[in-house]
């Protein structure tokens, strides 16, 4: 677990409702300490994350970053203007989506100058509005909701020098708001969705070729099509959620489900990789799935079966046995039946 030690905060309550920033005036006691270390540790392991660049450092938010990682004589007004600038693109956000019958989540804004492990850290993080702290005496209150209590992230990595070295942002949602890293942060991505689409898939794809198809090929062809399910039923990359969802496949092989922990583990560092590492949480893009996804198995001379994209119900359409006559696939279709000769039963 991560020592965290805490420089200077700012709880803020925004309500577009009253249109008003309310502070929250917080004491650093050992409950509040508790319960940052906890909202940290939380947003260290998250496994959803995109990595961002200020547009311009001179803009408001930007700035007052910048400025308050050198020197915190301006805490007060500076972190109260970052609110207030929080609560201005929330109402005009909540004015154009309106019409869709959609709200923006109440949250209160909880800002952090920190050290994680003796390295500076600033956070800005959206968090869920009611039931975190006591208002009046800021105790630790039972019952918090460990798993939805982030809502929003920004975390601003420092190096010795206090020079950004690092700036990530996630969501709770299944995308990342344009609200809270455009209008409201003043960043851009560092990595546009073609990008991390390709990456993601062709990292993944590459994965399970060299971690499987060699030790079965029947939980092979069974993940890659779960695989360009999840890439093609979503418009929304988020990395923790595909991993969970390959963690529930059963593997046919034996071999493979004794070490399957191990297989999980390799499969969550692919977005390290330093020459097709990839972003956590992006936008996917359909344009490069459709390439990506094409796979031809040549099954003889002039005879090639050719796979386009997600096959439901895969595990039970196509299947590979052995009879006296040689090694064979099975391969349940009614057009293919009547393509080839097979006679309807009257």
């Not at 869709?100 to 800002?111: D, P, Q």
């Not at 209590?149 to 344009?178: F, H, P, Y």
């Not at 890439?231 to 990359?237: C, W």
């Amino acid at each position: 677990m991560a020592d965290v030690s805490l420089i200077k905060s700012a709880l803020f309550n925004i309500s577009i409702e009253d249109s008003s920033v309310t502070e929250r005036p917080l004491e650093q006691n050992n409950d509040f300490v508790t319960y940052c270390s906890q909202v940290l540790q939380e947003l260290v392991r998250t496994k959803r994350n995109k990595g961002y660049k200020f547009r311009d450092t001179n803009e408001l938010v930007p700035s007052h970053i910048v400025s308050l990682i050198i020197n915190q004589d301006e805490w007060e007004s500076r972190t109260r203007n970052i609110a207030e600038k929080l609560l201005s693109v929330e109402t005009e956000t909540q004015a154009t989506i309106e019409k869709l019958n959609t709200r923006i989540k109440k949250g209160a804004l909880l800002i952090l100058l920190l050290l994680i492990d003796d390295k500076k850290r600033f956070a800005i993080l959206k968090i869920e509005h009611n039931g975190f702290l006591d208002e009046n005496d800021v105790t630790l209150k039972q019952g918090l909701p460990e798993k939805t209590r982030l809502q929003k992230t920004c975390l601003v990595c420092i190096d010795d020098s206090n020079e950004i070295e690092q700036l990530l942002i996630s969501d709770s949602g299944a995308g990342i708001s344009k609200y809270w890293w455009n209008e409201f942060l003043a960043t851009v991505e560092l990595s546009n969705s073609e990008t991390n689409t390709k990456n993601a898939f062709m990292s993944i794809d590459k994965f399970l070729k060299d971690e499987i198809k060699g030790i079965s090929p029947t939980d092979y062809w069974l993940i890659r099509n779960d695989t360009i399910t999840y890439f093609r039923n979503n418009e929304t990359f988020a990395f923790d959620d595909f991993v969970e969802k390959i963690n529930q496949h059963n593997f046919e092989n034996e071999n493979l489900r004794e070490k399957k922990e191990q297989f999980i583990a390799k499969l969550s560092k692919l977005p390290e990789d330093e020459r097709r590492g990839f972003d956590t949480q992006f936008e996917l893009d359909e344009k490069v799935l459709k390439a990506r996804m094409k796979k031809t198995i040549v099954l003889d001379e002039n005879f090639e079966l050719k796979i386009n994209g997600e096959i439901s119900d895969f595990s039970n359409k196509i299947k590979a046995d052995i009879d006296s006559f040689g090694k064979y696939i099975k391969i349940y279709s009614d057009v293919g039946y009547k393509e080839f000769g097979g006679v309807e039963n009257e």
